[in-house]
């Protein structure tokens, strides 16, 4: 219900509001007899009817207000409260207090200047000596996030510097110093380029393009595109451990196998075990010892530069058909590259099949060396 109603008369917010009326300042008309008229005679009769003539009084011959007061005055008059009227007391008591806020108010603005001009001096005193702005502790005088800026360009620096000494190095010993678990790797490179030659040294013209890149579920690694100056473009994985120490990935640089695919491919060294770096797709080819499709799963297997095939096959009962299964099922069944240890069994019947024992590594990048994993 409406508070309105217990008024007992309809009363409305916006509508009801007072309304302002302008005020006529014309004076009010005056009635006077007119001149001439017999004394006790104040108009002529019509019948019965007395008539009677008025007539107002000139404007100039009323009687005003000797001054009539401007806007300007009624603003500057004083406005007076009751408190004012009734403690004068107080009103007394006040104005003696007057000499102590004046005081106050001088040392206050003495205060704020002394203030001003110390720090003024302050300021032209570091102008002059601006190595004591340096000597704050960088790391409490740095954000965090201005420092971790400052850490991911050194980061980039360092990168650019490691990946032009990788490519100007003419020797397996030079390279080795650039190069991820050297130890493990070196004599890798020393096998690989004794059946390549490595190539004269190269320049880096510039930089195409740098980005980072998590390996199972660990960062510091980094994809890099170089452009040399002979006109190729080449991708190198870098693993920066910290901002002055980067290291390139010397393995997936040359895809390095433990046996060329092709000829692994062809003559099928009974007994051989080894690391390879493949791409792996599902397949339904069963032959020979892996012709129960119930007890394998059957991969078709390919290498990078060939076109040479052979089948894989891992027990549906086991981990390394649940790792692979996973992997395919993320890509939507489409080939992925992995790190596959795959076994020519002795007396192995099939001419194209190989035992798949273990996924090395779910792509071509070791994240960490064998001898860490042992």
Not at 31 to 42: F, K, M, N, Q
Not at 44 to 57: D, Q, W
Not at 214 to 227: K, L
Not at 281 to 309: C, G, H, M, P
Request: proline content about 5%.
């Amino acid at each position: 219900m409406d508070f309105y109603a217990f008024l007992g008369l309809r009363m409305q917010k916006n509508n009801d509001r007072p309304k302002l009326r302008t005020v006529d300042e014309s004076p009010e008309e005056v009635i006077v007899l007119l001149e001439g008229r017999p004394a006790g005679e104040t108009g002529k009769f019509r019948g019965h009817e007395e008539i009677v003539r008025l007539e107002a009084k000139d404007r100039g011959e009323l009687k005003f207000r000797t001054h009539e007061p401007k806007f300007e005055e009624w603003v500057e008059r004083e406005n007076v409260v009751f408190e004012d009227e009734w403690n004068t007391e107080k009103t007394k008591q006040d104005s003696t207090h007057a000499p102590r806020r004046y005081r106050f108010f001088w040392i206050s603005t003495g205060l704020i200047l002394l203030s001003a001009v110390g720090w003024l001096v302050w300021d032209v005193f570091q102008q002059k000596d601006p190595d004591l702005s340096t000597q704050v502790d960088p790391k409490i005088s740095q954000k965090p996030e201005d420092q971790s800026g400052r850490e991911a360009m050194r980061t980039i620096s360092t990168i650019e510097k490691v990946v032009r000494q990788f490519y100007r190095s003419s020797s397996v010993e030079e390279m080795s110093k650039h190069v991820r678990h050297a130890e493990r790797v070196r004599p890798l490179m020393e096998e690989y380029y004794s059946k390549n030659p490595m190539k004269a040294s190269f320049e880096v013209a510039r930089m195409v393009d740098m980005n980072p890149v998590t390996i199972e579920n660990q960062g510091g690694f980094w994809v890099v595109m170089a452009h040399l100056e002979s006109g190729l473009d080449d991708k190198l994985v870098i693993e920066a451990n910290n901002p002055r120490d980067a290291k390139v990935d010397w393995e997936t640089y040359v895809c390095w196998q433990p046996m060329e695919w092709d000829r692994f491919v062809k003559e099928r060294p009974e007994g051989y075990r080894g690391d390879f770096r493949v791409y792996v797709e599902q397949d339904q080819f069963y032959n020979f010892e892996f012709a129960d499709s119930e007890k394998y799963q059957a991969y078709r297997i390919t290498a990078l530069n060939s076109q040479e095939v052979m089948f894989g096959y891992a027990p549906r009962n086991g981990q390394v058909f649940q790792v692979m299964d996973n992997l395919l099922a993320r890509n939507n069944n489409q080939k992925v590259p992995m790190l596959l240890r795959l076994h020519l069994k002795e007396g192995l019947k099939s001419r194209s099949g190989v035992l798949i024992d273990e996924v090395v590594a779910t792509q071509w990048l070791l994240a960490e060396s064998p001898e860490v994993k042992k």
